[in-house]
C-alpha cells in the first residue's frame, strides 16, 4: 500500500494519516448491520450482511478515513463469514482506507492473544478497540504486533461511562489516567488511539491535551445526537486532524430520509458527504 509520493505504508497509524490526507475526511464509517432495517432487496440474500456493508461502503470509501465494522452485529447473526469477506473486500477495494475493527476486547494475556490473532490475521484488521481495565498484560499481545493499532476505551460516548471512568483516582477522574497510562507507558510502538465520545467535548479536549497528536476514535455523532462543531473544535489536533469521527446507524440507514427518487446508497453517500463536509468546516 503506497501513499501519492509512491512511500510504502507500513503502520496502522500511517496508513491513517494517509487516509485523512487522500479523502480530505476526518469521517469514520460505521458498519453495523441491522437485519431488520436493512432494504428490503437484500433481506432474502444469503449473504445480505455482506452485501448490505459493501454497497455501504463503495458508496462512502471516497469520504471516509476508515472503516469501522461492529463485530457484535455479525456474530448475533452467525455472519462472522460474511464479515471475513467484507473485511476481505475492503482490504483489496480499498487499501488505503484502515479497517478498525470495534470488538472492545479485554481479556488476561492468553486468550487477548487469540483475541489480537482474531482480528488481525483472521479478520485482517489495521486496527481493534479494547478495554483497559484489566490492565497492561491483557493489552500487551496487541503490542506485538507493531505495525497495528489498538485503540482503548477512555470516555465512552454513553452515558453510563461516567459511573466508572468519571471515579476520581488521586483526585483525578479515571479516564484522565487512563489517557496519559496509555500516551505515556503504553504506546511503544506508537500505533494507540483512544475512544473518546463526541457526547462528551469537554472530556475529548481534556484528553487531547493530554495525549497530543494521538489518533482518537471519536463515536456519537449522527444517531446520538453529539455536536459536530463542538467535537471537531475540542478534538482536532495542531494540524486540524487526528480524529476518526465514527458515524454509523446515520450514514447506513439514511434512507428513510430519501429524497424524491434517492436508493438507499446513495442516501448513504449523501449524508456521508454531508457528515464529511459539516466536520471539514471546523477543523
Ligand atoms: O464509546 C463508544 C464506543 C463505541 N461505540 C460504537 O460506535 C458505533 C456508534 O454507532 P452510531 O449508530 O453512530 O451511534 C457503534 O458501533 C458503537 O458500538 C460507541 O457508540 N461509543
Redesign the pocket.
Known amino acids: 500500500m503506497f501513499d501519492n509520493q509512491q512511500t510504502f505504508l507500513v503502520t496502522f497509524t500511517e496508513k491513517l494519516a494517509a487516509a485523512w490526507n487522500a479523502n480530505n475526511s476526518l469521517l469514520c464509517v460505521?458498519l453495523?448491520p441491522d437485519i431488520a432495517r436493512l432494504p428490503p432487496e437484500f433481506r432474502a440474500q444469503p449473504d445480505a450482511i455482506y452485501a448490505f456493508c459493501k454497497a455501504v461502503a463503495d458508496a462512502t470509501a471516497h469520504a471516509a478515513c476508515a472503516f469501522?465494522p461492529?463485530i457484535?452485529?455479525f456474530a448475533a447473526l452467525r455472519a462472522e463469514d460474511q464479515l471475513e469477506a467484507l473485511c476481505a473486500y475492503l482490504r483489496s477495494a480499498y487499501p488505503h482506507i484502515p479497517i478498525v475493527l470495534?470488538a472492545?476486547r479485554g481479556d488476561i494475556g492468553a486468550t487477548a492473544e487469540q483475541y489480537a490473532r482474531e482480528a488481525y490475521e483472521r479478520y485482517g484488521a489495521d486496527a481493534v478497540?479494547v478495554s483497559p481495565y484489566m490492565g497492561y498484560d491483557s493489552v500487551a499481545p496487541y503490542l506485538e504486533w507493531t505495525d497495528r493499532g489498538i485503540i482503548i476505551?477512555c470516555?465512552?460516548?454513553?452515558p453510563g461511562?461516567s459511573d466508572l471512568q468519571f471515579l476520581k483516582v488521586d483526585g483525578e477522574p479515571l479516564y484522565k489516567h487512563v489517557a496519559r497510562m496509555v500516551a505515556e507507558k503504553w504506546n511503544r510502538n506508537g500505533q494507540c488511539g483512544l475512544?473518546?465520545?463526541a457526547t462528551f467535548p469537554d472530556e475529548l479536549a481534556e484528553v487531547r491535551r493530554i495525549v497530543g497528536d494521538m489518533p482518537l476514535?471519536v463515536?456519537?455523532?449522527?444517531?446520538?445526537g453529539g455536536d459536530i462543531e463542538a467535537t471537531v473544535k475540542a478534538g482536532r489536533n495542531a494540524a486540524g486532524s487526528g480524529m476518526m469521527i465514527?458515524?454509523?446507524?446515520?450514514?447506513?440507514y439514511a434512507s428513510p430520509d430519501l429524497q424524491a427518487g434517492e436508493d438507499f446508497a446513495a442516501a448513504s453517500r449523501r449524508v456521508a458527504i454531508e457528515t464529511r463536509d459539516a466536520i471539514n468546516a471546523f477543523r
Open positions: 460505521g453495523d469501522k461492529q457484535a452485529y470495534d472492545k478497540t476505551l470516555r465512552t460516548s454513553n461511562g475512544v473518546v465520545g476514535l463515536p456519537g455523532i449522527g444517531a446520538q465514527n458515524s454509523s446507524r446515520a450514514i447506513l
